[in-house]
């Protein structure tokens, strides 16, 4: 793994904050991964169509920046298939009963200063902690 | 956003794997990220704030719910879950589905169901939901 600087990745960070601060104050909506990915898996409301659109422009825009920025996105995960689906399960749920994810609750709830996203943020960082602990305890996850 | 994101390496599970083995080998670099990210969007807030409508004339939609409530905190939790047992969450997932292959394919999938799944399961009781 060739991990880039710290000035890199505050770099990256304030280029995200930035653009989804752009996105809330050019369209009014907050960028929140888990919210738009779920608007265009139940396609239908109101809302879906400028999801979708950044959904694509997200998915393109990941793949160009990979090509760029060589071994950003791994080649091989460390985790087994049946553990990505566990995985991807427990998000698609705890993002949904939750409402919001890293970058919903994390990032612009945050720069809100919304107490509810602090707590949110707080659970899901602190139940991260304690499952990656316990993975290693257990000789897990990698 | 899907740039930033891989240009970090935040879609690289285990830099957010060792951002969250505090008890491990803590690796603190996805923090500079979040730093970064939360004090950006801060900035530009300001300038949300005053603001009747978005600039190019749509409704501001900012999640008006404030309820700190089981559900909620469940949600969190489970989440946290899901994210600490791959390093996985949805932004960084979503900027790696073109290259990421059949780990990532998998991990979304996965996550797609379970929205469907619980949408009409949960959602029903819930009073107003903010996304």
New interface residues.
């Given amino acids: 793994m060739t991990e880039p600087s710290s000035l890199t990745i505050l770099l990256g960070g304030l280029a995200f904050g930035t653009a989804a601060g752009f996105l809330l104050l050019l369209n009014g909506r907050i960028a929140g991964f888990s919210g738009i990915f779920r608007g265009v898996i139940l396609y239908g409301g109101r809302d879906d169509t400028w999801k979708a659109f950044f959904l694509a422009g997200a998915i393109a825009a990941g793949g160009v920046a990979s090509r760029v920025f060589p071994g950003a996105v791994p080649g091989h995960y460390d985790a087994s298939l049946g553990l990505l689906v566990v995985a991807g399960l427990l998000v698609g749920i705890g993002t949904r009963l939750g409402n919001g994810c890293t970058s919903g609750h994390g990032v612009c709830g945050i720069g809100r200063l919304s107490k509810r996203s602090f707590v949110a943020t707080l659970v899901f960082v602190g139940s991260g902690i304690v499952t990656v602990a316990a993975a290693n305890a257990f000789g897990g996850t990698q | 956003?899907?740039?930033?994101?891989?240009?970090?390496?935040?879609?690289?599970?285990?830099?957010v794997?060792g951002f969250?083995?505090?008890?491990?080998q803590w690796n603190p670099?996805?923090a500079?990220?979040?730093?970064?990210?939360?004090?950006?969007?801060?900035?530009?807030?300001r300038?949300?704030r005053p603001?009747e409508?978005?600039?190019?004339g749509?409704?501001?939609?900012?999640?008006s719910?404030?309820?700190?409530d089981a559900?909620?905190?469940?949600?969190?939790?489970?989440?946290?879950?899901?994210?600490?047992?791959?390093?996985?969450?949805?932004?960084p997932?979503?900027?790696?589905?073109?290259?990421?292959?059949?780990?990532?394919l998998?991990?979304?999938?996965?996550?797609?169901?379970?929205?469907?799944?619980?949408?009409p399961t949960?959602?029903r009781r819930a009073a107003r939901?903010?996304?």
Avoid: N
Wanted: glycine residues 10%; contains cysteine.
């Fill in positions: 956003m899907a740039t930033s994101l891989v240009a970090a390496h935040v879609t690289d599970p285990r830099m794997l969250l083995d505090v008890f491990g670099a996805i500079y990220f979040m730093v970064g990210s939360i004090a950006s969007f801060s900035v530009v807030y300038l949300v603001r409508v978005a600039v190019l749509d409704e501001i939609c900012v999640p719910s404030s309820a700190i559900r909620m905190v469940g949600g969190a939790a489970v989440f946290g879950v899901g994210w600490g047992l791959t390093g996985l969450c949805p932004g997932a979503i900027a790696s589905i073109a290259t990421g292959g059949v780990s990532i998998a991990f979304v999938a996965a996550m797609a169901a379970a929205m469907l799944i619980v949408q949960f959602t939901s903010a996304t």
